[in-house]
């Protein structure tokens, strides 16, 4: 089979040569030289066979350097032999000749390669691509040989507006809606915009949904590095695509300076946050990863996830103030993430022996451990459920921030060999376990309803990737004794988000419920207790307020805390601005 094909190529080549050599003689009113063209011929099948090994190349799959090479094939051997040839013809004709060779040559292969992907190909889909950039040009090229036919390009710069690529018209988002029409709905649009932000997607989500069946986007611009073929990385477009939101000032570098070659513990690590913070660590360059978590299944989970980094792993609870003394002791950590907690609001209501236990005791055990084994820095995930609580959980991590703030003042006054100790405020993250967009999501694929617990609640949300680096930033910044509040930006409403998952599913069919608010539910989160507020040299990244505790006594109170049978009322002893919201409906 490999033989016939070469043959096929040398007839193919001597069948050009003696055409173009032809019709160039003719042209030129020149008798045709048998002798020049028998060593033309040679000449090409010699650079063909033993320069460039071109018969590897398939016809079928012709692509810009197919031809290329097929074109280096026939001029190469000019600079070898042109001496001898310019005595025989004159050079205009050898010039005219080889001209004419490439462009039959090029015209034979790409009429081959339409004969055999495409004539077959029934284009009755429309697609129109939302960047003209390099990435939409690609999945022009991708989408040549598929049954979708590209009807325009859409691009913002004016600039290319009325030019055309490939013979597809570049123009405006407003002529696109006015050449689609009221009536009349394309197959798929893709926003080929990979460096675009989620308010730019949700821009032209929302003025061009209306006008597609389907919806489609490239990753960000790290994710397709990694894969040349654009058309398969292909995503869904998401409620996280629009939400998400990507600091501008994320500083790469202070981070890696925190955590590079250090030997960093996490707890919870089989967690939403903890498994995150933990790939942002190996990301990083740490030199040894602790992974902490009492659960098997989500330790199992992470372990596997990153088995080539070879973490090391503690199935331990942070509860166990003497297992834990013993990991510290053993693996003498340099850096401390603190992100084991109960966080699930209705769960801690109903257990809240079990969530002061492990939110409170939890996170006294993990500083002490830090302090005692001189832990460089300690960091606290906390939660905007701190700020003015209104149920259990948020009271227990205020009440760990206290801690973290207190535990090395005597007299406000801290020494320069302590540990450390930052805690950072952030409110939900998107697709976390637990959290309301896997829910949305379960409910749409059942069938609906989706249950809102009010028409007013509103959360503030960040995707866990940025968060994770958000906080780890923030522990680069602090000194010891911050409470760093991350930049959330605007709150969104429960019921906009449930509607906009709603139009992503493309179910019409799917009704909203109110079931409302659950016990220590509040229909606003906050980020502040109050206006006093330091900033930083980062925008996504400020201050709160400092809140002094005698150390002596709060570590009186946990210990009432934990002792006492009406943990509710110790509980808003300690954080007087605590407000328990139960039962309300």
């Not at 990244?541 to 006594?553: F, L, N």
Request: charged share 25%; aromatic share 10%; glycine share 6%.
């Amino acid at each position: 089979m490999r033989l016939n094909k070469k043959i096929l190529n040398f007839l193919i080549i001597i069948f050009l040569t003696c055409i173009t050599f032809w019709w160039t003689f003719f042209i030129f009113k020149l008798p045709f030289a048998w002798s020049v063209v028998g060593l033309v011929v040679g000449m090409r099948i010699l650079a063909s066979l033993l320069i460039l090994r071109d018969f590897s190349l398939s016809w079928s799959k012709v692509t810009q350097k197919t031809f290329l090479l097929k074109s280096i094939v026939a001029i190469v051997p000019y600079f070898f032999y042109a001496g001898l040839l310019y005595q025989k013809v004159p050079q205009v004709v050898l010039i005219s000749e080889l001209f004419t060779y490439i462009f039959a040559m090029s015209f034979a292969m790409y009429t081959y390669y339409y004969y055999v992907n495409r004539s077959g190909i029934k284009k009755d889909k429309s697609l129109v691509i939302y960047g003209a950039g390099k990435a939409g040009n690609k999945l022009e090229d991708e989408f040549r040989d598929s049954e979708y036919k590209v009807k325009y390009f859409v691009d913002d710069d004016k600039v290319l507006h009325g030019r055309s690529i490939d013979g597809i018209r570049v123009i405006s988002k407003q002529e696109l809606k006015r050449n689609i029409g009221e009536e009349d709905k394309y197959d798929l649009l893709i926003i080929a915009i990979p460096s675009a932000s989620p308010q730019r997607i949700q821009e032209i989500h929302q003025g061009l949904n209306s006008y597609f069946k389907q919806i489609k986007i490239l990753p960000t611009i790290s994710e397709i590095l990694v894969d040349k073929n654009y058309s398969g990385m292909l995503q869904e477009i998401s409620v996280e695509d629009l939400l998400a939101r990507h600091p501008k000032d994320l500083d790469k570098k202070l981070i890696e300076n925190f955590i590079k070659d250090k030997k960093v513990l996490i707890t919870g690590a089989g967690g939403s946050i903890g498994s995150e913070i933990s790939r942002q660590c190996a990301k990083f360059g740490a030199r040894k990863l602790i992974l902490l978590d009492h659960s098997e299944y989500n330790l199992y989970q992470i372990a596997e996830e990153m088995h080539a980094f070879k973490p090391i792993l503690v199935m331990q609870s942070v509860v166990n103030k003497e297992l834990l003394d013993k990991t510290f002791e053993k693996y003498q950590p340099d850096v401390v993430i603190h992100a084991a907690a109960y966080k699930h609001v209705p769960l801690v209501e109903e257990n809240t022996t079990e969530a002061v236990i492990n939110n409170v005791i939890g996170t006294k055990n993990a500083i002490d451990c830090a302090i005692k084994y001189r832990v460089k820095k300690f960091v606290l995930i906390s939660t905007d459920k701190a700020v003015r609580p209104t149920n259990v959980m948020g009271t227990t991590k205020r009440i760990c921030e206290l801690y973290a703030q207190n535990v090395l003042s005597i007299g406000n006054k801290k020494t320069k060999e302590n540990t450390e100790i930052v805690a950072v405020r952030f409110g939900n993250v998107l697709g976390s376990s637990g959290s309301v967009i896997p829910k949305f999501k379960a409910q749409i694929v059942r069938g609906g309803p989706i249950t809102v617990t009010h028409p007013e609640i509103t959360r503030y949300f960040m995707l866990i990737p940025e968060a994770c680096e958000l906080v780890l930033q923030a522990g680069a910044l602090g000194k010891g004794g911050e409470i760093f509040i991350l930049d959330m930006g605007e709150p969104i409403k429960i019921v906009d988000l449930a509607r906009k998952m709603i139009e992503l599913s493309h179910r019409d069919d799917i009704e909203i419920e109110f079931s409302g608010l659950r016990p220590g539910e509040k229909l606003y989160e906050e980020l502040l207790i109050d206006d006093t507020e330091a900033t930083t040299p980062y925008e996504s990244i400020t201050v709160a307020g400092r809140t002094d505790y005698d150390i002596v006594k709060l570590n009186h109170d946990i210990f009432e805390l934990i002792n006492c049978e009406d943990k509710l009322a110790k509980l808003k002893e300690m954080v007087p601005e605590f407000d328990h919201q139960i039962n309300k409906i």
